[in-house]
């Protein structure tokens, strides 16, 4: 089964923007927490940019998941 970057990419944002959302926090609060810019915060959860394993790790880490969870 071939998974194609975009449709990754895209999941991994939704699960990113869902848990943001379901905690109350706007992008700048999300930036706060984990040290990226909410310009970028955006376009991963937009899916649009392809992010490094340090980032995923900041992300989860300020949503008190796993990068597993956030990959699912």
Request: aromatic share 2%; charged share 30%.
């Amino acid at each position: 089964m071939e998974l194609k970057e975009a449709v990754v990419l895209q999941k991994l944002g939704g699960n990113i923007r869902r848990l943001r959302e379901k905690k109350g926090w706007t992008l700048r609060d999300m930036s706060e927490r984990c040290g990226i810019d909410n310009s970028k915060i955006s376009k991963i959860e937009k899916g649009t940019i392809n992010i490094t394993i340090m980032t995923l790790l900041q992300l989860s880490i300020a949503l008190d998941t796993t990068p597993a969870q956030l990959l699912k």
